[in-house]
C-alpha cells in the first residue's frame, strides 16, 4: 500500500525506516520523502510511529495538527 502519494512511498518503505531507526516525522521525511509535500499522510505516519514509539505520541499528533491548520 502506498502511504505517500506525493512521494510515491509504500507502507513497507516506511516500517523499514522505523526498523532502522526513523523515530520522528523528521526522520521519515529525511529518509525517504514521506509526509514532505501536501502533508495528507501525515496521521498515517503519525499511526506508525506511535506503534513504535508511544510516549512521542503527544507532540507527533501536535505536529500532524499543526501541518493541516
Ligand atoms: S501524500 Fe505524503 S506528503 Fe503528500
Given amino acids: 500500500m502506498i ?3 506525493c512521494e510515491g512511498v509504500s507502507e513497507a518503505r ?3 525506516e ?4 526513523a523515530r520522528t516525522i523528521e526522520d521519515i521525511q529525511q529518509a525517504c520523502g514521506a509526509g514532505s509535500h501536501c ?6 505516519l ?3 510511529l506511535d506503534k513504535k514509539i508511544p510516549l512521542a505520541k503527544s507532540s507527533l499528533h ?3 495538527k499543526f ?3
Fill in 3 to 5: 502511504v505517500c502519494l
Fill in 14 to 16: 516506511i516500517v523499514e
Fill in 18 to 21: 522505523i526498523k532502522q531507526g
Fill in 39 to 44: 502533508g495528507s499522510c501525515l496521521f498515517l
Fill in 46 to 48: 503519525v499511526e506508525m
Fill in 62 to 64: 501536535d505536529k500532524a
Fill in 67 to 69: 501541518k493541516f491548520r
